[in-house]
Structures are given as C-alpha cells and as structure tokens.
C-alpha cells in the first residue's frame, strides 16, 4: 500500500558527509512521522531522528549537531544530511513513516535500508 524508497548511501571517509533521502508513494492520506534509524552490525536498530509533521524535530544524542534531518511534504520525502561522519556512524540506514491510508488506517512503514560505511 505504501512504499519507501531509499538512496544516497555509501562509503566515505571519516570526517565527509553524506545525503539520504526517501520517498513514499502509494496510497498515502497523510503522512505524519518521518524518520531515520540505524543498525549497526552485532547491535539493535536505533533511532537516528525523526520530524513530525509540524517540523518538531529529535535526534540522537550522537548525532546532534552532525546531522540534520529535513522533510519536503509536496514531494513525501525525508532527508538525512549526515556530516562529519565517524566510524561509529557505520550502519545500515531504515528510513521508517507513520502514514495514514486513510481516515482510519494506520501504518508503519520502514524503508529497505541503505548501508552507510564510514572509514578511518
């Protein structure tokens, strides 16, 4: 019914930056949460950031003041701008959207995630 699509993962050296995005598309009546999450290998997925849909804005700890989440609602889309990235910040990428299909349904739906590798 819905669908993320993600891009702009990769490898860069530490210290560089990277650009995420993700769209949804489909049978989408609005979309409220928008977010980013992140697996690193051996541990569990954690939260990156996340925007509502009147631009209230989280991050992780980690992340604060490195990266900067956007959204663009005409094009249904979540962006991550992710610099000066450090080797920790190696993980795969989910982008995740709380979506309603309509008035009365209710999704959560996650991305296929993009692998962002960071070397020293």
């Known amino acids: 019914q819905v669908q993320l699509v993600e891009s702009g993962g990769g490898s860069v050296q530490a210290g560089g930056s990277l650009r995420l995005s993700c769209a949804a598309s489909?049978?989408?009546?609005?979309?409220?949460?928008m977010g980013w999450y992140r697996q690193a290998p051996g541990k569990q997925r954690e939260l990156v950031a996340t925007?509502?849909?009147?631009?209230?804005?989280n991050y992780a700890d980690s992340v604060k003041g490195r990266f900067t989440i956007s959204r663009d609602n005409a094009k249904n889309t979540v962006y991550l701008q992710m610099n000066s990235l450090k080797p920790e910040d190696t993980a795969v990428y989910y982008c995740?959207?709380?979506?309603?299909?309509?008035?009365?349904?209710?999704?959560?739906?996650w991305g296929q995630g993009t692998l962002v590798t960071v070397s020293s």
């Open positions: 995740n959207v709380d979506v309603a299909t309509s008035t009365s349904s209710y999704l959560k739906v």
């Open positions: 489909g049978s989408i009546f609005r979309i409220y949460v």
């Open positions: 925007v509502t849909g009147g631009s209230r804005i």
